[in-house]
């Protein structure tokens, strides 16, 4: 539990050159099942609304020794300086939340479900699980330390552990923490978890970054700043944060 265990990711694109071949050539290499995987988007009524439905994917308070915060869902900072690159098919946005943790945390189910996939085609390396939930709803745990020993097809409990966490740089030492997200069943949509997970977020988001690091658009500054107002992605959808007037820019002066 050293204090490096809890580095807050990185949150802007510069991942180092080995790092990124290995996330591309793994991209290319998924493409393919992907396109296969992606089903048509379902109906918008079709989704259950946000009502504090799930739980957190950690046990116990949150703290420097166990976990925190990190990247919000959103427009965030870091999302915005790679919203051609990694976020280029979500709208620009990180289309999940990111909770700093040391590697080997227990990550447990958000919710009652049924597990759709073991290492899918979503990303999110090295592992990562996908839970379907009432509601057209779907989970997804990604940065998982190594393959969880759970089969598709089995249920699972609110609260169950279903990995463990890992690190997005292969580390444990650089990034490590989970990323979160919430879908519909398609994988088309990806929606804020915030509303959806009864958590105390004022208290949490006073922690780590959470409550800061979003991108401004000086033409519209209060848009999408708080952790709780941050805009539906879909998948291959425009760019949400093509800023005609961004702060910070981009590192170099790049936009
Ligand atoms: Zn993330």
């Not at 071949?21 to 393919?32: E, N, R, W």
């Not at 699980?129 to 745990?141: F, Q, T």
């Amino acid at each position: 539990m050293s204090a490096s265990a809890l580095t807050v990711p990185p949150p802007s694109g510069r991942p180092r050159r080995a790092i990124l071949g290995t996330i591309l050539a793994g991209s290319a290499l998924l493409a393919g099942v992907a396109a296969a995987h992606y089903a048509a988007p379902l109906p918008d009524g079709a989704v259950a609304r946000p009502a504090r439905q799930f739980g957190l994917p950690f046990a116990g308070a949150p703290g420097p020794d166990s976990w925190l915060l990190g990247q919000g869902y959103g427009n965030t900072t870091g999302a915005y300086r790679q919203r051609r690159s990694t976020y280029g098919n979500l709208q620009g946005i990180h289309a999940g939340l990111d909770f700093s943790a040391p590697c080997g945390t227990p990550v447990r189910a958000i919710g009652d479900g049924v597990v759709a996939e073991v290492d899918g085609p979503h990303g999110s390396p090295p592992h990562n699980v996908v839970i379907n939930h009432a509601g057209n709803l779907s989970s997804l745990y990604g940065h998982l330390r190594v393959r969880s020993s759970l089969r598709v097809g089995q249920t699972v409990k609110r609260g169950q552990v279903i990995g463990e966490s890992g690190d997005s740089q292969f580390t444990c030492v650089s990034a490590p923490h989970l990323h979160l997200e919430l879908r519909d069943r398609s994988h088309q949509r990806f929606f804020n978890p915030l509303p959806y997970i009864a958590a105390d977020w004022d208290s949490l988001a006073l922690a780590g970054n959470f409550g800061r690091g979003y991108e401004y658009d000086l033409d519209a500054p209060r848009r999408w700043q708080t952790p709780d107002t941050q805009p539906e992605a879909r998948r291959g959808g425009a760019l949400l944060n093509e800023f005609r007037r961004p702060w910070p820019p981009a590192p170099g002066g790049a936009r």
